[in-house]
Structure formats: structure tokens, C-alpha cells
């Protein structure tokens, strides 16, 4: 046998390959994982390339892993991705070797009702022991969520002999979805629709491996509760009746076990989910179903692009417009764009749904680059919400409160009806700024230029970049005075406890994502809402996405024009489908649903166009002044921002790199400014913008430039961000 060399990328900073001598012994191809000596240590890297040679110089590979290797549109992937974000290429690799997870499998037990009724019977307990009544075994989560309760009230019973533990089998991973298992009947529109995705799909799965074959991008451009999940389903039984894989993204907190559910509604069976959530030994055996085909559909957050498919014939990127799917630290990628990337390289169709397409999107259709099918009515005849302003300036609530009178007796008409409300803020904590009423101090971060939020419900000013808690003091720091000290303005703890106070019998939830127990616990109570558990629902964004509650007929918007004025281009968008997004909640049911927007500009452009139901108008202004103004996706743009704990070094750097920027026609550097948010954990940050036309080389302009700067020194850092989705 003749020598052979390997090209091993390592999933560290590193922005080539090493070259190992590969010892006659071992059999290794492309994609395998391998261990490797690097400096003083063994490191895991990945075989990018096998080549003859004599490896006489090099070091030796030490092993390989017992581990899938990285399929080759997986590592052409990696490739593309490190080369469009100018990220180094092993922290790219970074993103996509999932190595054996650590620990067990969780045990999962499960519960049943045995015992004698507890002595005190509390309401919540009461429709615990009614779930349970049945005398089935139920996890502990599944018998919550039935119940709309805590899983506290569970262990509670379980305590006190009501109910008895039970060990379960884990849960099985790789059960076949059955793409006939329970066909719905689908509306003609809904159909035609279906039919389009699904013959997609099929052509694809015929065409793999034949030159000029197709991977089409379809957009599924539907209004909310049109049925849109119901028609993509349809194009993943294609995928499985041609025997390839399937994925599904959505951003992370849509993975409720709600949606799981209706998968296996559908299909007979869950898809293998991957967010956050999933840990230990269940990850590394989706990994290896994954790899080894057997698991068929996967539903997961961004993380799940990176997974390493045997054979993948779909990819759908539902809620397609989240602004979640920009990353935003590390490597910096457009979740959406890698996966119309991967399934170009899969040769998988890939589909984007949205009852509010991004500006990028609409446009890439226009240009006949992407698909598109349009479900324009809700299903069954139901009615998209009726939806008005509440305006602040004429309507305004009393002194101290922000629910407006119109919109308290809009929620008692609701709550009195049975039905479920939703009022909507998007701010975190009690209090968005605290200040002494005396002298006027404002409390703010001492690592962040940012004020400190009040959360009463932990007793603390937080600082929401960079996690700093403080006590709230009785004393003002700045003027000594006692008791000064006051909370301005609402979030949404705030607002829950006006709703307090204003119906103190009914049942009240709030939703924030800064809330003790993380996703698992907004999963629960996601599920509570949807089963009915809740009369008023106080939520920021992440009510917002996509979820489905049947019986919530009122949506109240609190301030709808928070983000209106940032500095941000695509502020008007992100508003306008939010605020979309949020009233779409309302009537998906049978009910009909309303929305009531306080604001104080009815006039606004985005306003306007959400009460009149003019969405295509607003967006063809609003794609018109992209145009006009040179932005995404008429031309392209990309931040560099240079951080450092020194703020004259960081400063003198971003000046450096303006000197040396030697911008060609077509592109133009502003910059460096101080950035908005210009301090963030004790790093001072400066920001150069560039902006381009859409058909110059901006990568190879990037890389050019960035190797005439030089390296920064000292604590400074320089970090690419290309396509910027924010801009702080
Ligand atoms: P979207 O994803 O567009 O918001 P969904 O797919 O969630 O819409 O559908 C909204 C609601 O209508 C869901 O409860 C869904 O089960 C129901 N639905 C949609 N299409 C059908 C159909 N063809 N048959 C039965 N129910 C449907
Ligand atoms: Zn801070």
C-alpha cells in the first residue's frame, strides 16, 4: 500500500486543514472522524481529504472514532458556509460535529393514580386526579400538561400516595412515519397546493445524482391558521414515499409537544425532535439514526441544519421571516439561507412558510429565483381577526395603568364569554427603567450601555445584555432619599399585575422568556393555554410564533409602537410582522377573533396597513425604499464590529481598519462609529458598515481587506457579520 495523507480540520479557530500521515493500518475515508495530536494534546478532527503521498513528515493520526462520518454535502456545507461568513473554517466545522452527547438518557417516569385523595384538594389537584382518572400510566409531564398545571403539583400527589411512580422504557427514537396513516382532506386550495410542493419533492428524489436536477425553494405564502402546516406535511410524505429524510426547522420555542402531536396525528408517530432540550444519550441516538437513515423526519431549532442526513429529500423552514434564525455569535449565519444552501447540495427542495414572508424572500420570488404557492384564507371559511386602534392620545388609561378602558371591557366581555385572551407586550420584566423621583438618578448596567430592568418577580434590577443583577435599593446611591426610588414604565410583569387587579377570579398566565424553568416550563405552559387553562394570557414575542390556541378570540396589543424608531432598516418590517404574527392569534378557533392595537400613531405606515389589512401595499412601499435606498436585498451589506476592554484600542483599531478599507466601486465603508449598544460585558464596541452593490464579491473583498488591517492586538477583537440582521 502506498502512503497516504490526510487534511484534518479541527473544530477550533483554525482557517485551514493539517496534514497527518495516515499509518498503513488504518482504514479511513473522507468524512470519518479521527483522533489527532495537535500542540499537546489530542484533538477530534475530521478527514476533509485523502491524498498519496509520503507523510514522512507529519505526525500521525492516532485513531478513528467509532462515529458516523460527516457525509460529503454535510463538509461542502461547512466549506461554503466558512467562505460566505468569513468565519475560520473550524469553528464552522464547530457548528456541525455533534459529538457523542454526555451522560444517560434521562429516566423518564412515568405516573398513575392509585391512592386515596389527598387531604387537601386544591383545584389544581383536582384536575390532575380527573386527567388521571383513567388509571393509564402518563408521564409526569404529559399528566401536567393535560392539567395545566406545574409538574410540582405532581410530585405533590406523588408525595402524599395519591399517585405512584412507574419507570418507563425510553422513549423509542426512530418509529417510521406512516405518510398514509390519516390523510386529511384538503381544501382545493390546500390541495393544489400540496400538489405542487409534493411533485417537488418527488422529481428531486428521481433526479438525485443526474446532472442539471433540480432543488427548487418554494414559498408557502399563507395567512395565519390558512393551513400551512396541514399542506408542507403533504410534501414530507413525498419524502417518504420516495424513502428519503426530512427536515424540519422552526424556531425553537415552536417545538411544542403541541406540534409533535399533530405530526403523529398525521403520520402516526412523532418526529425525532432536536433543540436545546434533548440531551445526553437521546441526542447521540437521533445523531445515529440520523446518520444511518433509519430516523425520517427531524423537527428541530436552527442546530438541527447541521445534522448528518443519510439521505435528505426536504427541507422546510417554517416561520421563514424569525429574526431567531439569525445567529448572531460565533459564526454568523442566516439559518434560513444555509438551508436553501444544503438543500442545494442535497438536492432536496426546500420550503419556506410564512404568513409573513421577509422582504428578502418576496423579492427572490419576484425575481423568479424561488416559488411560490399562496393559501390566501384562512381554513374553513374562518375569518382572519378583526382588527382596530385603540388611540392613546384620545383613549388613554388612567394614570399608573396602561390597559385602556376600551380594552378592559373588551377583556371582560371575552373572559365572560368563556373565551381567552391575549394581551401582548414586548418587554421582559417589570419595570423597563428605574430612576429616583427625587433627583432624577437612573439606574443603568456598570458593564453595558444599558438600563437596568426591574424583574420584581426575582427582586432584582437585571441587565438584559449581560446578566448583571442587582438588588432594587431603598435608598437612592445618587441623593440618599428613602423610598424615591420608582419604577417607569411597563413590562410585562407589570401589566400581569394590573390584569390582578382588574379581574382577580380569572385565570391568568404569563409568558416571558427570562422566567425560572426555561423552555421545558413555556412548553408546558404553551400547552396549558392551548387546552384552555388560562382566561388571560400576558405575553412578549414568544407568544407570537405560530402557536395554535383554539379558544382565543381577543388579542390586546399594549404599545404597538415599541420598535418603530430604532435605527434599524428593517424596523417597519419586523413591526409590522410581528404585530401580524401576534393578532393572527385571535379566532383561529371557531370563533371569530378580534385585535385591538393601542398606539399613538394610527397614521403610521405600519399601523395603517395592519388595520386596513393592506399588507401588500405596505409591503411594496416598503420594498420600494429598500430599493431606492440601496438595502438588502438590492444591494448587500456587512457590519464589522471591533470590540475591546480598552476603549482607545478599540477606537484606534476601527480606524485603522477605515484607513486601509480601499473600498472599489460598488461598495462604500461608513464607519467606524461608536455602536449604539457601545459598551457590552465590559467591551467597548465600534462599528464600520459596509454597503454594496449586489453584484460585487463582498467575501473577497472582506477577506482582502481584513488581511491588510493585520491582526488586532491587545484585547481587541474583530468580528464579520455578513447579511446584519441587527444592527446595535
Ligand atoms: P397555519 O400553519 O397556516 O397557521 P395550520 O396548518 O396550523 O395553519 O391550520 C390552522 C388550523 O386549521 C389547525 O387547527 C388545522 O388543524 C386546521 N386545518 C387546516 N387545514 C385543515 C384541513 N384540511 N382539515 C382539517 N383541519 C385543517
Ligand atoms: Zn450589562
Not at 55 to 82: C, E, S
Not at 523 to 533: D, F
Request: proline content about 7%.
Amino acid at each position: 500500500m502506498t502512503a497516504r495523507v490526510a487534511e484534518i480540520l479541527i473544530p477550533l479557530a483554525l482557517d485551514q486543514t493539517y496534514s497527518y500521515a495516515v499509518p498503513d493500518d488504518l482504514e479511513i475515508e473522507a468524512g470519518d472522524l479521527v483522533a489527532v495530536p495537535l500542540g499537546s494534546r489530542e484533538r477530534v478532527g475530521v478527514v476533509w481529504e485523502l491524498r498519496q503521498g509520503a507523510g514522512d513528515n507529519f505526525k500521525t493520526v492516532a485513531g478513528k472514532f467509532d462515529a458516523p462520518p460527516m457525509p460529503a454535502p454535510l463538509r461542502r456545507l461547512v466549506d461554503w458556509l466558512a467562505w460566505y461568513t468569513l468565519a475560520p473554517k473550524g469553528s464552522a466545522l464547530g457548528l456541525a460535529l455533534k459529538l457523542p452527547g454526555e451522560g444517560p438518557e434521562a429516566v423518564r417516569v412515568g405516573v398513575r393514580l392509585v391512592g386515596p385523595p389527598p387531604k387537601r384538594l386544591t383545584p389544581a389537584r383536582g384536575r390532575v386526579l380527573e386527567a388521571a382518572s383513567g388509571g393509564l400510566v402518563h408521564t409526569k409531564r404529559q399528566l401536567a400538561e393535560a392539567a395545566g398545571v406545574g409538574v410540582g403539583v405532581i410530585d405533590g400527589l406523588v408525595d402524599e400516595g395519591t399517585l405512584e411512580t412507574v419507570a418507563l422504557k425510553a422513549e423509542p427514537i426512530a418509529e417510521r412515519p406512516d405518510p398514509d396513516f390519516i390523510r386529511p382532506s384538503l381544501s382545493d386550495r390546500q390541495r393544489a397546493a400540496a400538489e405542487v410542493l409534493a411533485a417537488a419533492v418527488a422529481t428531486a428524489a428521481q433526479d438525485q445524482g443526474s446532472a442539471g436536477s433540480r432543488h427548487p425553494v418554494i414559498l408557502v405564502d399563507g395567512v395565519t391558521g390558512s393551513g400551512k402546516t396541514e399542506v408542507y406535511f403533504e410534501a414530507i410524505a413525498a419524502a417518504l414515499r420516495a424513502g428519503r429524510q426530512a427536515l424540519i426547522l422552526a424556531p425553537e420555542i415552536a417545538l411544542t409537544s403541541a406540534f409533535l402531536d399533530r405530526f403523529a396525528e398525521r403520520f402516526g408517530t412523532r418526529p425525532a425532535a432536536w433543540h436545546s432540550g434533548v440531551s445526553g444519550r437521546r441526542r447521540e441516538r437521533v445523531l445515529a439514526g440520523v446518520a444511518s437513515g433509519e430516523v425520517a423526519v427531524v423537527a428541530g431549532a436552527r442546530s438541527a441544519l447541521f445534522l448528518p442526513f443519510e439521505s435528505l429529500g426536504l427541507i422546510v423552514v417554517d416561520e421563514e421571516h424569525e429574526a431567531a434564525y439569525k445567529q448572531e455569535d460565533g459564526v454568523c449565519y442566516h439559518t434560513r439561507d444555509m438551508a436553501i444552501v444544503r438543500g442545494r447540495f442535497e438536492n432536496a427542495p426546500v420550503i419556506l412558510a410564512s404568513a409573513t414572508p421577509s422582504i428578502e424572500t418576496r423579492v427572490n420570488v419576484q425575481r423568479g429565483r424561488f416559488a411560490r404557492v399562496a393559501l390566501p384564507e384562512r381554513f374553513g371559511g374562518r375569518s382572519l381577526p378583526d382588527i382596530r386602534a385603540i388611540d392613546l392620545r384620545r383613549d388613554a388609561p388612567d394614570r399608573g395603568t396602561w390597559i385602556s378602558p376600551r380594552l378592559v371591557e373588551e377583556l371582560r366581555r371575552t373572559t365572560e364569554a368563556g373565551e381567552q385572551a391575549l394581551l401582548f407586550l414586548n418587554r421582559r420584566g417589570y419595570a423597563p427603567l428605574t430612576l429616583c423621583r427625587t433627583c432624577g438618578h437612573r439606574f443603568n448596567c456598570q458593564n453595558c450601555s444599558a438600563w437596568l430592568v426591574e424583574h420584581r418577580f426575582r427582586r432584582a434590577l437585571v441587565c438584559h445584555h449581560c446578566g448583571h443583577a442587582e438588588r432594587v435599593p431603598e435608598t437612592c446611591p445618587a441623593c440618599g432619599g428613602v423610598e424615591t426610588v420608582v419604577p417607569c414604565g411597563p413590562g410585562v410583569e407589570r401589566i400581569a399585575e394590573e390584569v390582578a387587579t382588574l379581574f382577580p377570579d380569572k385565570r391568568r398566565i404569563v409568558l416571558s422568556s427570562d422566567f425560572p424553568g426555561g423552555t421545558e416550563r413555556l412548553r408546558n405552559e404553551l400547552a396549558a393555554i392551548a387546552a384552555g387553562h388560562a382566561d388571560i394570557v400576558v405575553g412578549t414575542q414568544l407568544v407570537a410564533k405560530g402557536h395554535n390556541f383554539p379558544n382565543m378570540t381577543l388579542v390586546g396589543v399594549l404599545d404597538a409602537d415599541i420598535g418603530l424608531t430604532s435605527g434599524d432598516p428593517r424596523a417597519a418590517e419586523r413591526t409590522f410582522q410581528l404585530l401580524q404574527q401576534v393578532t393572527g392569534r385571535a379566532g383561529r378557533g371557531s370563533k371569530p377573533g378580534r385585535a385591538l392595537v393601542q398606539t399613538y400613531q394610527p397614521d403610521h405606515p405600519v399601523i395603517a396597513a395592519l388595520i386596513s389589512g393592506e399588507a401588500e401595499r405596505f409591503y411594496r412601499e416598503e420594498t420600494a425604499a429598500r430599493e431606492a435606498a440601496g438595502l438588502p436585498p438590492f444591494g448587500r451589506l456587512a457590519a464589522l464590529i471591533v470590540s475591546g476592554a480598552d476603549r482607545a484600542e478599540a477606537e484606534a483599531f476601527g480606524r485603522a481598519l477605515a484607513r486601509v478599507a480601499e473600498p472599489p466601486p460598488g461598495i462604500m465603508v461608513l464607519g467606524p462609529a461608536e455602536a449604539p449598544l457601545a459598551l457590552i460585558r465590559g467591551r467597548y464596541r465600534f462599528r464600520l458598515l459596509v454597503k454594496a452593490a449586489r453584484d460585487t464579491n463582498l467575501q473577497e473583498y472582506l477577506r482582502h481587506w481584513l488581511i491588510r488591517a493585520g491582526k488586532p492586538r491587545g484585547s481587541v477583537r474583530v468580528t464579520v457579520d455578513v447579511d446584519p440582521m441587527s444592527f446595535l
